[in-house]
């Protein structure tokens, strides 16, 4: 289980250290960074795949990714005008776990300005660790712009025989060559890390209409194969699960999946209509309960499932049913669940109180001061998780 994420320099994250637990509830008023913290944890999910290069390009490159304020930030009533940087530019982003964890450090890359990749940021430093906190001991394998090594069993350290190109990740490029265990580990969990943020519910929805399917364990991120999808978990799942979780949402009703020469359809029968509702029919809440059942009962739980906002369009009697699926997929895979629902949040802990729910959760309430994100009732640096970063 990842117990720490950490984001330096990411748009309003100036400094954020977090918690985490088997569930993680992330909260807090409209911009005061939610959606940059769930923003972050998708960039370094990229770098499992080496793709977090052309994330931050899709993003406008890495300067208009960057925190914009003071260097070291700013007190409230403090004067901002007239600061300058003193240290190096840099995004850092890394986790932890208790027994493995996993940095990266981008910084502005030393190239003309003139040149087409300008806005393209350089890997300055990755590191992997063993424990919870870096420090040299644990310190598992590291890369210094391109250069690379590993340490073995026996605390030798072995220098890579090539340099990689500044856009290239070591968990990604090189842990091939080495087969360091520790690497791989976190190129597995990182590429195991599932988001889903707000699926789409316009008549022209991927969602609305139907597919060539195939047995479809995990949800695509736009929707596309919901009819596999659900299929897929009624068919592997435990006797009735699926039924009984659109019964719980929409009491009465039935899912009927169709399959026509490998063509997926989905309806929905519900009590008091002569013919099922197909899905181009749906309302967007209903569509949208539908995506998340999928999403939270996939067969093949993730390593970490992080959802963004679930609750948007759902009518607030839908909530408690999202509340008990939430739960249930975190009693399997740990999750983070993003919400400005005081009703979700209600009807979660209602929930667990009923449930006499037992694994770990952690309340992480974000507020925004002088435009920082900050985690609510921190009062200084002793407050915050145990963290360090490596130097360049």
Known sequence: MIQTVAVEGYRTLRDLVVDLGQLTVVTGANGSGKSNFFRALRLLAACGQGRVVGALAAEGGLPSTLWAGPQHGTRPGGITEGTRRTGPVALRLGFSGPDLGYAIDLGLPQTSQDSPFALDPEIKTETVWSGGVLRPATLQAERRRGHVRTRDDAGRWTESSRDLRTSESMIDEFVDDTG?????????????????????????????????????????????????????????????????????????SELQVTSDAGLFRLALHQPGLLRPLSTAELSDGTLRYLLLLAALGSPRPPELLVLNEPETSLHPDLLPALARLVLASAERTQTILVTHSQILLDALDEERRRQRWRPSVERVHLVKSVGETLVDGREGPLDSPRWAWAKR
């Open 180 to 252: 360091a265990p520790e690497m791989l580990r976190v190129r597995r969990d990182l590429r195991d890390w599932r988001f889903y943020d707000q699926f789409r519910t316009d008549p022209h929805a991927p969602a609305r209409a139907a597919h060539i399917g195939t047995q479809t364990p995990v949800l695509a991120d736009d929707g596309a194969d919901l009819a596999a999808a659900l299929a897929t978990i009624q068919w592997m799942s435990a006797d009735g699960e699926l039924e009984r979780a659109v019964d719980d949402a929409f009491p009465g």
